[in-house]
T-cell receptor, first 112, second 114 residues
Framework: QKEVEQDPGPLSVPEGAIVSLNCTYS??????FMWYRQYSRKGPELLMY????GNKEDGRFTAQVDKSSKYISLFIRDSQPSDSATYLC????????????FGSGTRLQVQP | GAGVSQSPRYKVTKRGQDVALRCDPI?????LYWYRQALGQGPEFLTY????????KSGLPNDRFSAERPEGSISTLTIQRTEQRDSAMYRC????????????FGSGTRLTVV
């Protein structure tokens, strides 16, 4: 079993919909949680960064972390066709270790 | 530079040959990371530098893989005696300090071993 599990999708939604993307993880040492967006043929780019449990909002994006359930979410409001990409969750925080452990990514398609 | 620059963009090599992949991080970034990304998967950690010091190489698959960053800026990932299973996208990332988890990734080098 992978340390970080993420549904690969694809997830297809109409423009304007609220999108929910999720990851589960097994390593209770993880404390830092990130969401990256990756467009086709590009490198991942950081969207959201959260430390420990709680919510964080940035424009149309909201990241939630529930450490008790080992579950993280990214919500996208008023989704746009330009949001079509692969969304990768990533996490770290093991003592002395700076490496990120990524999920396999969820492909999102927002239909105009 | 403005972003993380990787070269070459594409590399096709014959099995058994050595390859060297180059990464030029964002100017002034202390930390540099190498990841490998298979098609349809997330990046997988290989190794990490702070300045010129290799801090963690636990993700290197075997001793055919090595990396260096001799002057604390440009880094080279070398794969000796390449095998077909080494075919993947190799991505470099950098961050301002070792405390930052929000990396900036480069566009990667697509390695194909034939």
């Amino acid at each position: 079993q992978k340390e970080v599990e993420q549904d690969p999708g694809p997830l297809s939604v109409p423009e304007g919909a609220i999108v929910s993307l999720n990851c589960t993880y097994s390593n209770s040492a993880f404390q830092y949680f990130m969401w990256y967006r990756q467009y086709s043929r590009k490198g991942p780019e950081l969207l959201m960064y959260t430390y420990s449990s709680g919510n964080k909002e940035d424009g149309r994006f909201t990241a939630q972390v529930d450490k008790s359930s080992k579950y993280i979410s990214l919500f996208i409001r008023d989704s746009q066709p330009s949001d079509s990409a692969t969304y990768l969750c990533a996490m770290s925080g093991e003592t002395g270790r700076r490496a990120l452990t990524f999920g396999s990514g969820t492909r999102l398609q927002v239909q105009p | 530079g403005a972003g993380v620059s990787q070269s070459p963009r594409y590399k096709v090599t014959k099995r058994g040959q050595d390859v060297a992949l180059r990464c030029d991080p964002i100017s002034g970034h202390v930390s540099l990371y190498w990841y490998r990304q298979a098609l349809g998967q997330g990046p997988e950690f290989l190794t990490y530098f702070n300045y010129e010091a290799q801090q963690d190489k636990s993700g290197l698959p075997n001793d055919r893989f090595s990396a260096e960053r001799p002057e604390g800026s440009i880094s080279t990932l070398t794969i000796q005696r390449t095998e077909q299973r080494d075919s993947a996208m190799y991505r470099c990332a950098s961050s301002p300090t070792g405390e930052t988890y929000g990396y900036t990734f480069g566009s990667g080098t697509r390695l194909t071993v034939v």
